[in-house]
């Protein structure tokens, strides 16, 4: 293990040189290595949802309410809108929706916004700010996945991931802070199940965070054991109107197909 040193910063700073000072790499996959599985699994979801192009043509309440915030999402003057008059994210409202509608909730797990974590690096207790969260309370209380807004101020392509990956070592180490206090050993390792959001464009990821990985971060040396992040982006139908996400009736078809996939690394 080398002793460079590293400056304290919040994770939402994170950058790809951040990943390679800590030896982590992404490497993306295609279905059946990333899902274990092809073809994917049916969504389980209202018929209209996968049927219905425009919020005209949705006929169940699930299936208004998921064309609603769809429309919301892909529209680029709503989105502004309504960050600027009330701070809120479309893509969080859409994806509470989504995790709603594909059963992503129950009855002591849900969906927590703006959720700001300490995240310990570099030896001192900065934070992370990780876009939306789940949370199992029966798990006491512990992050069972995390969701980056692609879109969000200060969020780029290029940084999106490594500051997602943050928000995945913030939700271990809060992990094994609940467990402490409680007096539950702590976990060596854990796969921190992620997303990137872009409008309602994901990407899917499983981030493994080690207690040899966070020690190293918290004390802001590299290690000389490397970690690698599996990442999936969804191959669509129509690659050409990616900007689109899910409005196109086949774009949003495989989309959904994946969320329903993904439940099961995170439950």
């Known amino acids: 293990m080398t002793t460079t040193t590293r400056l304290p910063k ?13 030896g982590i790499k992404v490497e993306y996959q295609d279905i059946q290595q990333f899902f274990g599985e092809k073809p994917l699994p049916t969504p389980s979801v209202p018929e209209g949802i996968l049927t219905a192009l425009t919020l005209d043509d949705a006929l169940d309440f ?4 998921f064309m ?9 003057i709503a989105v502004a809108e ?6 809120k994210s479309a893509f ?41 969260g789940l949370i199992d309370m029966d798990a006491n209380y512990s992050i069972r996945l995390v969701v980056h807004d692609g879109l969000s101020e200060g969020s780029t392509n290029s940084n999106a991931i490594a500051q997602l990956c943050a928000e995945a070592i913030a939700a271990f180490q809060y992990n094994n802070f609940r467990r402490r206090m409680i007096g539950l050993d702590e976990l060596d390792s854990q796969v921190i199940p992620g997303m990137i ?10 981030i493994p965070v080690s207690q040899e990985l966070a020690w190293s971060i918290e004390s802001g040396q ?7 992040i599996t990442g999936f ?13 899910m409005r196109p009736l086949d774009n949003r078809r495989v989309i959904l197909q994946c969320f329903e996939a993904f439940k099961k690394f995170v439950f």
């Open 233 to 245: 982006i969804p191959e669509l139908p129509h690659p050409d109107r990616k900007k689109d996400g």
């Open 10 to 22: 919040s994770g939402n700073e994170w950058t790809e040189s951040d990943l390679a000072t800590y």
């Open 62 to 65: 699930e299936s208004k309410r």
């Open 92 to 132: 969080l409202s859409f994806i509470m929706v989504v995790f709603d509608i594909l059963g992503y909730f129950s009855y002591s797990c849900g969906l927590n916004e703006w959720t700001a974590l300490p995240f310990l690096n570099c030896g001192r207790t900065m934070e992370v700010r990780v876009d939306a």
């Open 197 to 206: 959001m872009i409008a309602t464009s994901p990407s899917f990821f499983k």
């Open 222 to 228: 590299s290690t000389s054991t490397p970690t690698t």
């Open 82 to 87: 309504l960050r600027e008059c009330s701070g």
């Open 68 to 76: 609603s915030y769809l429309k919301l999402a892909i529209d680029p």
